[in-house]
C-alpha cells in the first residue's frame, strides 16, 4: 500500500485578534492577510513584531483513497505555541508547545473533495516566562506554523515512526517500530537494511514489533566519510516507512572527545538556525546542506544549533554531509514547575524525534543559566536531576548541564565549557590569561560553595581568578571532562550592498530592531549616513571597504584566538560565535545571506586538524632586529608526520626562507618544533610582509600551513630640532635624542601625560601641547568640552559588539603600514580611554584616530587637535610614552604627532 501525502505548504489566508469571528473554524469576510507556510507568521510584513492570537485557513481537495488507506493524518512539523485545529467548522485537536512535531487523525471530519481546515494559534507574552522560547528573546518573537503541514492517507494500522538504534561494535541495529495499532496475532514486520549505495545487507521477518538487523562489517559513519544504512520495515497491509542511521561511537573520557575511538578536535561555531526571508524556517534541504558544506570549507567539523530544536532536515543534512551537531533545549527565563514540565516535555519529545541522527552528539540542558540560579541549590539539584535523567534516556550521546559563562557554572556534566568575549588586539592579553587559566582546569567552572550576598558579589567581581574555592555540595565533577571554550568571537561587518541586494535592494525589517542592546551599537538603520556624517570615507574611501576591512580584523581577531588555544594541549575544542550573521548580529563567518565573507578561503588553514601554530612578543621590527617566532604543532589528524619537513619564507624577500625536518609529533596533542628565527630585513620605507609557513609530509604531500603578518620600519628617523618641555618623560625623550628643555617657555611643544590648569594656561598664551592621555585620571583641568573618558567605564570595551580601531594617513601616519587598521602592529598601544566631545564635523579635519562599535555607532576620537586659545592642543589616547624606545609603530606615532603640533601655529 502507498501512502497517499498531500502538502498544505503554500499561502494560507491569516487574520490576526479574530476569536470572535472564527471561534467556530468558519470562513468569514473580513479581508484577510496572505501568509506562507511553513514560516513563522511575523516574516509577514505587516507581522513582523506580533505575537498574540492568529486564525489560519486554507482549503484542499481530498484525493481519492485508495483501498485500505482508511486513515487520514493531519500532520504539523512544529507550531509555536498553543494550537487548537479546525476541520470543516469541527474542532478535532490541539497542541501545545513550540518546537515539536504532532499529527491529529481527521479521518471522520475530512470530506471526499473540497474541505476546509481552520487553526488557532496562540502565542501570547503572558506566557513567555515560562515557555520555551530560546533565541526569540534577542531576535523577535517567533509565532504560528514555521514548519510544514501535511495530510498522509493511509491504512489505520500503520507505522508512525521507527527507533533506530545502530551498534558499532556489533553490527546490530536495534530496531523499534511504533506503530499506530499493535500487531495481532499472525501479522508481521519485513524488515530491510540497504546501505549508501542501495545495496540490500540484511532483511529478516518479525512477529514483533522489534528487531535486531545484523550488518557485516558496518561502515562507520565518520566526517569524512559519512556512511549512512536506510532502514525499512513494511507490514503485511502494505504500509511501510524508511529512516537512515549510522554506526559511530562519540565518547568524553581522559579529558578528550573520542570519535570513532580517535581523539578528534572540536572545531564548531554557533547557529542560530535563523534565515534572511522565514527567519526560523529553512527553504530547503538542498539550502541547509549548501550551507553545511561552507562550514566543512572553513574547516568546521560542528555546529552548535542554539538553544532551538531545529528543523528536522537540519539533522538531515548533517547526517548527510559528514558534520557534527550539538543541539540544546530552547531556554525560558522562569523555572517554574509548569517551566519544569514544558522543559520536559521539550526534551522527551527532541530526543525521540531525532533519535536516528547520526550526528547528533552533544545535547545541552541550559545556556548560561538563561532561565536557571546557579546560585540557588534547589536549581542545581534540578539540574543534576535533568543530566541523570537525559544521561539514561539516551547513553549514546554527551550532556552538558549548563553551558556556562561568567557569573554562572557546570554542576554536572560531560563537558567542563566557558563562554567569554574579548577585543582583540584591545585585549589580547586578557584573553591570554583566561586561556592559560582556562586550559588548567580551574574551580571557578564549576558551581561554588557560598554563603551570603557578599561572598557571590565578591566572587562574581574576580571570578577568573577563583581558583581555591570549594565546590558547592551539588557539583559532581569528574576530572577528565574534556574542556572547550564554548563562546567567543568578534563582529565583522556584512557588506551592506550584497546584503540589501538580496532583500531586493531595500532594508530589510530588522533594520530596524536591536537598538535596545547595549548602548546602540547593534542597530543597523543608517550605517550609511553615518559613515558619511563621520568622514570615514577620509579613511576607508567607501563603505564596502570600510565592512571588508571589519571582515579582515575579525579574521586578525579569531586566527590569534584560535592559535592560543591551539598551543594549550589541554584544551580539546571550541565554539567560534558564530556561523552566520543573525539579523543585527554580525560575529558570523557567513553574513546572513550565506555569501562568505573577505577571509573565507584562508579561514581552513587556523581551522584544522592539523595547525602550525607561531608566537613572537612582537611583530615589529627595525632593521637588524632578531625577528624569533616560536612554532608549535597542534596534531589531530591520522596523518603520519614522522620525517615531515617545515618550510618557511617571508614574503618579498626571496633570501629570507628556510626548511627543517620537525621533530616527530606527539598524536593528538601539542608538539613543540622549535622556531624560526632571521635579523629584520634593512627597508627604505615601512613595509609589511607575511610569513608563510608550511608543513608538508615525507611524501612530498602538502599537510598544513599557516602565516604570520610582520612589519618592517626603517632606521627611526632622526629627532628634528624641536624643542620639547616634558615633565614626566624628560629624561626618556633626552635618551632617545630629542631635544629636551628646562621649561614650558623655551619649548616649542610640551609633551604631557596628565593636563594641568597650568598647561591649560600655556596653551590659552598660545603654547603647543602634545597630551598623551593614556590613564583616566590624566585630566585635571577643563579643556572646553573636550574629556578623557574610560572605555570600560563608558561600555566602549567592544568586547562583545566589537570596537573597530582606525587611523587616517595624511597628514600625519604615512610610514604605518596598516591601511589605516590598529591591527597586531598595534597590540600594546591601542587605548583604554578615548575623547570625548568632537563632533561629527571635526572627524573631517581634526580627528585623526577613531573607533566605533558595532554599526558605525559610538564614534569617539582617539587622536584629536584644537585650538585651545590663542595656542594649541593634540591630544593621543594611544600607549605610545612606555613604548617610545621599542616599538616602532610607537615611536613613528609620536614624530608625527610631534613634528604636526610643533607646526601648529598660534591665533591671535
Known amino acids: 500500500m502507498t501512502t497517499q501525502k498531500v502538502s498544505l505548504d503554500g499561502t494560507w489566508q491569516f487574520w490576526k485578534d479574530a476569536s470572535e469571528t472564527l471561534k467556530h473554524g468558519t470562513l468569514i469576510a473580513k479581508q484577510a492577510l496572505k501568509v506562507s507556510v511553513p514560516g513563522p507568521w511575523q516574516a509577514h510584513e505587516d507581522l513582523h513584531l506580533y505575537m498574540g492570537v492568529g486564525w489560519y485557513q486554507r482549503s484542499f481537495n481530498l484525493p481519492k483513497l485508495k483501498v485500505g488507506n482508511d486513515a487520514v493524518i493531519l500532520h504539523f512539523g512544529a507550531v509555536d505555541y498553543e494550537a487548537e485545529v479546525f476541520m470543516n467548522g469541527r474542532k478535532v485537536g490541539a497542541h501545545a508547545g513550540g518546537y515539536l512535531s504532532f499529527e491529529i487523525d481527521v479521518s471522520k471530519s475530512v470530506n471526499a473533495g473540497s474541505n476546509l481546515v481552520t487553526i488557532r494559534v496562540a502565542d501570547r507574552y503572558a506566557d513567555f516566562a515560562e515557555v520555551p522560547h530560546g533565541k526569540q528573546s534577542w531576535y523577535g518573537p517567533i509565532s504560528g506554523l514555521w514548519q510544514s503541514v501535511w495530510l498522509e492517507c493511509r491504512p489505520s494500522q500503520h507505522i508512525r515512526s521507527l527507533t533506530l538504534s545502530p551498534e558499532a561494535a556489533t553490527g546490530e541495529i536495534h530496531a523499534i517500530a511504533v506503530l499506530s495499532k499493535k500487531l495481532a496475532k499472525g501479522q508481521s514486520i519485513a524488515w530491510e537494511v540497504r546501505d549508501g549505495e542501495g545495496g540490500v545487507c540484511r532483511t529478516i521477518v518479525t512477529t514483533t514489533s522489534t528487531a535486531v538487523l545484523v550488518v557485516p562489517v558496518p561502515k562507520l559513519w565518520d566526517l569524512d566519510s559519512p556512511s549512512l544504512y536506510s532502514v525499512s520495515a513494511t507490514l503485511q497491509n502494505g504500509d511501510s516507512l524508511t529512516d537512515t542511521c549510522g554506526f559511530r561511537t562519540f565518547e568524553s573520557r581522559d579529558g578528550k572527545l573520542w570519535l570513532n575511538g580517535h581523539p578528534v578536535y572540536l572545531r564548531s561555531a554557533l547557529d542560530q538556525d535563523y534565515y534572511p526571508e522565514l527567519i526560523y524556517t529553512p527553504p530547503s534541504l538542498e539550502y541547509i546542506e549548501a550551507q553545511f558544506r561552507k562550514a566543512k570549507a572553513l574547516g568546521l567539523n560542528n555546529l552548535r544549533v542554539h538553544i532551538k530544536v531545529a528543523d528536522p532536515r537540519y539533522y538531515i543534512a548533517a547526517d548527510r554531509v559528514g558534520l557534527l551537531i550539538w543541539t540544546e533545549i530552547p531556554n525560558w527565563q522562569l523555572l517554574s514547575e509548569r517551566t519544569k514540565e514544558r522543559s520536559r516535555e521539550t526534551l522527551d519529545g527532541m530526543v525521540a524525534r531525532d533519535w536516528n541522527r547520526v550526528s547528533i552528539v552533544i545535547r545541552s540542558i541550559i545556556n548560561e543559566s538563561w532561565g536557571l540560579d546557579s546560585f540557588n541549590p ?273 614574503g618579498g624577500f626571496k633570501a629570507i626562507r628556510g626548511e627543517f625536518l620537525i621533530p616527530a609529533p606527539d598524536e593528538f596533542d601539542v608538539t613543540s618544533l622549535g622556531g624560526v628565527a632571521f635579523p629584520s630585513p634593512q627597508v627604505k620605507r615601512a613595509t609589511s610582509a607575511r610569513l608563510e609557513l608550511q608543513l608538508i609530509d615525507e611524501h612530498g604531500r602538502h599537510v598544513a600551513q599557516n602565516y604570520l603578518d610582520l612589519f618592517f620600519f626603517p632606521v627611526p628617523i632622526e629627532p628634528n630640532a624641536t624643542k620639547v618641555f616634558a615633565p614626566e618623560l624628560g629624561k626618556m625623550l633626552a635618551d632617545l635624542g630629542y631635544a629636551v628643555v628646562s621649561d614650558s617657555m623655551t619649548a616649542d611643544v610640551v609633551v604631557a601625560t596628565t593636563m594641568t590648569e597650568a598647561l591649560r594656561e600655556h596653551a590659552l598664551g598660545g603654547g603647543r601641547v602634545l597630551f598623551l592621555a593614556e590613564r583616566d585620571d590624566c585630566q585635571q583641568t577643563s579643556l572646553n568640552g573636550v574629556n578623557i573618558a574610560s572605555r570600560v567605564k563608558s561600555g566602549l570595551a567592544g568586547d562583545w559588539a566589537s570596537n573597530m580601531n582606525w587611523f587616517k594617513q595624511g597628514p600625519m601616519f604615512n610610514d604605518i603600514p596598516t591601511q589605516g587598521l590598529m591591527n597586531f602592529a598595534f597590540a600594546d598601544l591601542t587605548p583604554e580611554q578615548v575623547i570625548t566631545g568632537p563632533r561629527a564635523q571635526e572627524f573631517a579635519e581634526t580627528v585623526h584616530a577613531g573607533l566605533f562599535l558595532g554599526w558605525i555607532h559610538r564614534n569617539h576620537a582617539l587622536i584629536h587637535e584644537r585650538g585651545l586659545g590663542r595656542g594649541h592642543i593634540m591630544i593621543s589616547t594611544l600607549r605610545l610614552s612606555e613604548h617610545l624606545g621599542t616599538h616602532p609603530v610607537a615611536r613613528a606615532m609620536f614624530h608625527d604627532l610631534l613634528t604636526r603640533t610643533a607646526a601648529m601655529r598660534a591665533t591671535t
Open 378 to 650: 534547589e536549581h542545581r539539584q534540578w539540574l543534576v536531576r535533568e543530566y541523570d535523567y537525559l544521561k539514561a534516556l539516551d547513553p549514546s550521546r554527551l550532556v552538558v548541564d549548563n553551558s556556562a559563562c561568567h557569573s554562572n557554572f557546570h554542576v554536572k556534566s560531560d563537558i567542563d565549557d566557558m563562554h567569554v568575549y574579548y577585543s582583540i588586539p584591545d585585549h589580547h592579553d586578557k584573553w591570554d590569561e583566561w586561556v592559560e587559566s582556562m586550559a588548567n582546569r580551574p574551580a571557578w567552572t564549576y558551581a561554588p560553595a557560598l554563603e551570603g550576598a557578599a561572598a557571590r558579589h565578591n566572587f562574581v567581581r574576580d571570578q577568573w581568578h577563583q581558583n581555591h574555592i570549594e565546590p558547592a555540595a551539588e557539583v559532581q565533577r569528574r576530572g577528565d571532562e574534556p574542556l572547550l571554550v564554548s563562546e567567543f568571537g568578534n563582529w565583522g561587518l556584512p557588506n551592506v550592498e550584497k546584503l540589501l541586494k538580496g532583500y531586493g535592494g531595500s532594508e530589510p525589517w530588522w533594520f530596524e530592531t536591536g537598538g535596545e542592546w547595549g548602548g546602540g551599537e547593534v542597530y543597523p538603520h543608517g550605517i550609511q549616513n553615518r559613515f558619511e556624517m563621520f568622514h570615514l570615507d577620509r579613511v576607508f574611501g567607501s563603505l564596502d571597504k570600510l565592512t571588508e576591512a571589519s571582515q579582515r580584523m575579525q579574521m586578525v581577531a579569531m586566527k590569534y584566538e584560535l592559535e592560543r588555544m591551539r598551543e594549550r594541549s589541554s584544551i580539546q575544542g571550541y565554539v567560534i560565535t558564530e556561523f552566520t550573521d543573525v539579523h543585527w548580529e554580525c560575529n558570523g563567518l557567513l553574513d546572513m545571506h550565506r555569501n562568505p565573507k573577505a577571509y573565507f578561503d584562508e579561514f581552513k588553514y587556523v581551522n584544522a586538524d592539523d595547525v602550525i601554530v607561531p608566537k613572537t612578543s612582537a611583530v615589529a621590527f627595525w632593521p637588524g632586529q632578531p625577528v624569533d617566532v616560536a612554532l608549535a604543532l597542534s596534531h589531530y589528524s591520522k596523518t603520519s608526520l614522522r620525517g615531515a619537513t617545515l618550510r618557511w619564507q617571508l
